[in-house]
């Protein structure tokens, strides 16, 4: 008997334990979330970058002696720090648990990009921008397709920002050359 009683009450309490860490899992556990696994990708994907951004800017501010690259690090920690709360509301919105841990090839980056200093920064810095937007553009362009109409608005409606971003470091890293 003890051993049926015990077993009764050690299965809901597994369930419940494996539960918590699905980030698909929603914060509630009468709700789940409409997201797919690209739309959870997609957003986790998305705060990971933007908080390397606003970081790596915020370096960028301290370290680069160049106008031009400080207007830039000044625009990229206002525009990202938007767009990562506005991730976070769909986050919420969508009933999905995460957390905003940067990811350790971003922390890596940052790190040696932090070591740099002068020219050297300041180019490194621009192709890190380059590159990185080239790579967010795709992601976002591929995300106008998502079936969530969450996902795939926030996507659409900040595609041209990455954009713009992308063309004005490639304007910048140009007059580095």
């Given at each position: 008997?003890?051993?049926?009683?015990?077993?009764?009450?050690?299965?809901?309490?597994?369930y419940v334990i494996s539960?918590?860490?699905?980030?698909?899992?929603?914060?509630?556990?009468?709700?789940?979330?409409?997201?797919?696994?690209?739309?959870?990708?997609f957003i986790n994907t998305?705060?990971?970058?933007?908080?390397?951004?606003?970081?790596?800017?915020?370096?960028?501010?301290?370290?680069?002696?160049?106008?031009?690259?400080?207007?830039?690090?000044?625009?990229?920690?206002?525009?990202?720090?938007?767009?990562?709360?506005?991730?976070?509301?769909?986050?919420?919105?969508e009933l999905i648990n995460?957390?905003?841990?940067?990811?350790?090839?971003?922390?890596?980056?940052?790190?040696?990009?932090?070591?740099?200093?002068?020219?050297?920064?300041?180019?490194?810095?621009?192709?890190?921008?380059?590159?990185?937007?080239?790579?967010?553009?795709?992601?976002?362009?591929?995300?106008?397709?998502?079936?969530?109409?969450?996902?795939?608005?926030?996507?659409?409606?900040?595609?041209?920002?990455?954009?713009?971003?992308?063309?004005?470091?490639?304007?910048?890293?140009?007059?580095?050359?």
């Amino acid at each position: 008997m003890k051993t049926r009683l015990l077993l009764a009450l050690l299965v809901p309490a597994i369930y419940v334990i494996s539960s918590c860490d699905d980030p698909k899992k929603a914060k509630n556990y009468n709700q789940e979330t409409t997201v797919d696994q690209s739309g959870l990708n997609f957003i986790n994907t998305a705060i990971d970058g933007g908080r390397t951004e606003v970081k790596l800017a915020s370096v960028a501010e301290h370290v680069s002696q160049n106008p031009r690259i400080i207007r830039f690090a000044k625009m990229m920690i206002t525009d990202h720090t938007k767009g990562i709360e506005e991730l976070k509301m769909l986050r919420k919105k969508e009933l999905i648990n995460g957390d905003d841990v940067l990811s350790p090839e971003h922390r890596k980056l940052i790190d040696s990009l932090s070591r740099l200093s002068g020219t050297d920064f300041d180019k490194a810095y621009m192709h890190v921008m380059v590159a990185d937007h080239e790579k967010t553009a795709d992601l976002f362009k591929e995300e106008t397709q998502e079936r969530v109409v969450s996902v795939q608005s926030f996507a659409r409606k900040t595609l041209p920002t990455i954009e713009m971003h992308l063309d004005s470091a490639k304007a910048v890293a140009a007059t580095l050359k």
